[in-house]
């Protein structure tokens, strides 16, 4: 019996580019939880003399509001929205910036088999900058795409038709490992072959029902 709750075989040589979010499947989902649902608010009641309640009700009521749009992971966006310097706040807590376990040791194995390695992420690119300058992960990657570039999220309809005019690649020989299941099932539904959950995205959390697709649950899984 394996170790692991899930034991994903991928056949690596039909694989020639590896598409790969960043938070919640190579990053810890706890640093922008904590951010979201704690740090701004707490932020956001100071700054706006609110009660802490309210603050906290002002961004997860937006938030539901905005769910799945390009605008919900757009720090541009949420500066305008609530006058604030949202780049400057994530600075304060980026100690909780961490990798998750084995990933440096995955993205090199990826190198090894000599895979196109692509980060693909819905995080704006201020987000994306403040975290690379705390964990050494972007020399790794032969292309990082966040899909503000392409002026809609991984979510939505149309995307990876988008995706395919600025990056090369075969859907049917393409992997791609993301922690959001709507996303997964955008590209499942576009056609690619080779698609896996993550089953902790948040390790202060419980394990995540992947529901209908195949999850990571470390790392080490994928190397054989």
């Not at 993205?107 to 000599?114: A, F, I, K, P, V």
């Not at 993301?178 to 056609?191: C, E, I, S, T, W």
Request: aromatic fraction near 12%.
């Amino acid at each position: 019996m394996s170790k692991f709750p899930d034991n994903p075989y991928l056949p690596w040589s039909e694989i020639n580019t590896v598409f790969l979010d960043m938070d919640g499947t190579l990053l810890d989902l706890h640093f922008d939880n904590h951010f979201w649902l704690e740090h701004l608010p707490k932020r956001v009641a100071e700054h706006k003399q609110l009660a802490p309640a309210e603050a906290r009700l002002l961004v997860t009521e937006h938030c539901a509001a905005i769910e799945g749009s390009l605008n919900w992971y757009c720090l541009d966006y949420w500066q305008a929205y609530l006058a604030m310097d949202i780049v400057a706040l994530k600075h304060e807590i980026a100690e909780r910036i961490a990798v998750r376990a084995h990933v440096e040791a995955f993205l090199g194995y990826l190198r090894q088999l000599d895979k196109r390695i692509v980060l693909l992420t819905n995080a704006h690119h201020k987000s994306v900058n403040l975290k690379f300058e705390y964990v050494n992960l972007a020399p790794y990657f032969d292309r990082i795409i966040s899909s503000h570039e392409l002026g809609l999220a991984k979510e939505e309809t149309g995307f990876w038709e988008r995706l395919l005019a600025i990056e090369n690649f075969q859907p049917e020989h393409s992997l791609f490992i993301d922690d959001n299941l709507q996303v997964l099932r955008n590209a499942k539904q576009y056609g690619l072959k080779y698609l896996l959950a993550v089953r902790d995205p948040d390790s202060t959390l419980p394990p995540k029902d992947t529901a209908e697709f195949e999850a990571v649950v470390c790392y080490q899984q994928l190397m054989r």
